[in-house]
């Protein structure tokens, strides 16, 4: 694995960009591919990384940034210095296990809602580096939901348009100040 750009996992007091929230339109749009990988979609991978970082998040998809583009940064141990994050550009699904898991998910677009969302349990995705490599990699139980719920926002899906307990979702919305009118639930 190649490391990603360097960036400290601290807290930056203004984040270089401002994540997008729960209604507003930018999160629905489908992200397009990225052409290149370039110094400017490292300057990107940064900047996200910085944002995540100071949001406590431990993955943040372009889309929820307003970048339009097919690009994820993963990092489900935050804490530790030494595990370098994953950057994901132009991503796709190899293939998902048959096995389900239930799991805890929040979002930084939907700050203070956390919720139970059924998932596959593994996955085997191919992506690019941030050095324009492509990879394949192999994700179990919180990096392959993490990696899921972020891809999840390449196609204009939140994790709240996976939610099955509809009264569960409605009390966390309202309590946190979102409208459920913004959910678009997924036909299973």
Known sequence: MSAAPHVEKVKVKHPPLDIH??????????????????????????????????????GLAAPQVAVNKQLLVVDIDPENTATPPLVLINPQIIRVSREQAVGQEGCLSIPGVFLDVVRPAALEVSFKDDNGRPRKLQATELLARCILHEMDHLSGVLFVDRVDNGIALTQELSKHGFLVKDVQPLKS
């Open 21 to 58: 929230t729960l209604g507003d339109r930018v999160l629905r749009q489908p992200a397009k591919r990225v052409a290149r990988v370039d110094a400017e979609t490292r300057q990107l991978v940064r900047e996200m990384l910085q944002t995540m970082y100071s949001a406590d998040g431990i």
